[in-house]
Structures are given as structure tokens and as C-alpha cells.
């Protein structure tokens, strides 16, 4: 497929290099009894490694060039021509009890998209191996405190555990990005949480680093829940949001659940 060249308007970086394909499908280590869904095949560089494991592999591509040549060249795997970010995943679990496992060298414009998806379908995720920009891979798995720490690290580390496997060089991708990537693995924690729940303890964390430099007091004030009185919580509100660990953010959507607003809509 060297005639198919990666376009900019769906952020391809084809992967090359075959070291770094082998490290990966070690990181993933498909199992025969696996569904796994790989996010943006491209030219099948991914593919060609998961589809000798004789796992069941669903390929989805938004990219319309590449479909025909994937189906011909591998048989076995499944080729949804769509944009991930609205494919139903629940299609993929019917009738079955397997988890899915999700993997790709996903575009980086829609990294935080991405992630947001897997964390509203973690029930029926088992767990991830994505391609993303380092700096981000950073923030992912970051300790509360640190100067990474934020939105992506306190989500994916309160409903997953999280992974830094490898750093990757912008030598190993056609073209080459300006940044460094990284290699994640995200492995989803099967706990039971209802909607509502998940809901608002992704609104709280958004609202707690909406205004980072700032106060709890200050940035849930200005945010959605500035009709709510927080000092019932047992949450000092004169600290940031950086100094709060997983467990005070379920405090307050817990309290928040218990305290809601006027418009349930929120």
C-alpha cells in the first residue's frame, strides 16, 4: 500500500518500524479466546501482528482507500469502515461474556475523545494498549501532586489502572510527528457504578481543574455546581485540585449526588 499516503484531516503517522510492532503485540499478548478492537488499522502494519494470534480482531477505519486492500490481504480479521468515536461498542459484547480488549495507533487530535469513550464503556472494556503523545502518556498514568497530574490522570486512574510501557521515537512513523509518543496500557476495573455516579464524578473532576491555579472553593464556584455549598463535604476547599487524591473526588460526587442541583439536567 505504499501508494496510500497518511492524510492530515484524520491525523495519520503510519507506524514502521517492526521492532516496535513486535513490542506492542507482546504488550497486548492476544489471547486465542480474545475480542480485540483495534482503533485505525491504516495500512495494517497492527493488524498483520494481531491477526496470527487467532483472536477475533474488529477492525474499524475511517479511512475509505484502505478497506479493500485490508479485507484481501487479511481474511480473518473484520473491517468496519466508520468513525470510532460512534461506533456502539455494546454491538460487540451482545451475546457475548467476553470484555473487549481495544488497541491502535489512534490519532492524537482525538486522544482525550478516545479516552472519554473507553471510561463511559469500561463495563464492557477489559483493557487498552494505545499509541499516544507522550506528553499525555505522562499525564495519564501522573501521581496525585505532581505537575501533570489533571483531569486524564485522576479519570483513568479512579476507573482504571494505568501503564507507562515505552517511550517511541518520531523516527519509527511516516511521516514523523514533532513529539514523542508512548505506549499505554490501560486495564479497566470491573467495579460496579451506576450512570449517575459516573456522570458526576467526571462533571466534579472537570469542574475541580477548570480553573487550575485556583481553589476548590474558587473553581467549583465558577463552574456548574456554583449553586452548591461544598463546606458539608469534609473537603478543605482552600487546596487545588492537584492535592486531591482519587478518594476526595468520589467524596464529593458522593456529595453532590446527595446535594443535587436544581436542574437535574446539569
Known amino acids: 500500500m505504499k501508494n496510500v499516503l497518511p492524510l492530515k484531516r484524520f491525523g495519520q503517522n503510519y507506524l514502521t518500524d517492526p521492532n516496535i510492532l513486535n513490542k506492542i503485540i507482546r504488550e497486548i499478548n492476544p489471547l486465542l479466546d480474545d475480542l480485540i478492537i483495534e482503533i485505525g488499522p491504516g495500512t495494517g502494519a497492527l493488524t498483520s501482528g494481531l491477526s496470527f494470534s487467532g483472536a477475533e480482531i474488529i477492525s474499524i477505519e475511517i479511512d475509505k482507500r484502505v478497506k479493500e486492500h485490508l479485507t484481501e490481504k487479511f481474511p480473518n480479521v473484520k473491517f468496519l469502515n466508520e468513525d470510532f468515536l460512534k461506533t456502539d461498542l455494546q454491538q460487540f459484547a451482545s451475546g457475548t461474556k467476553k470484555l473487549l480488549r481495544i488497541t491502535g495507533n489512534i490519532p492524537y487530535n482525538l486522544t482525550s475523545p478516545i479516552l472519554f469513550k473507553l471510561i463511559e464503556n469500561s463495563i464492557l472494556v477489559n483493557d487498552a494498549v494505545l499509541m499516544v503523545q507522550y506528553e499525555v502518556a505522562k499525564r495519564i498514568t501522573a501521581a496525585c501532586g505532581s505537575k501533570d497530574y489533571g483531569i486524564l490522570s485522576v479519570l483513568l486512574n479512579y476507573f482504571a489502572e ?34 449517575e455516579m459516573k456522570k458526576t464524578f467526571i462533571q466534579v473532576v472537570k469542574a475541580a481543574f477548570g480553573k487550575r491555579r485556583k481553589t476548590l472553593k474558587n473553581s467549583l464556584g465558577e463552574s456548574i455546581f456554583d449553586d452548591v455549598n461544598f463546606y458539608g463535604s469534609g473537603i478543605d476547599l482552600s487546596l487545588r485540585a492537584e492535592q486531591l487524591e482519587l478518594k476526595d473526588f468520589e467524596r464529593l460526587a458522593l456529595f453532590l449526588l446527595n446535594h443535587p442541583l436544581p436542574n437535574s439536567d446539569r
Open 162 to 195: 494505568t501503564r507507562l510501557c515505552f517511550k517511541v521515537s518520531p523516527n519509527v512513523f511516516y511521516p514523523k510527528p514533532k513529539v514523542y509518543s508512548a505506549v499505554i496500557h490501560i486495564f479497566m476495573k470491573q467495579f460496579q457504578v451506576t450512570g
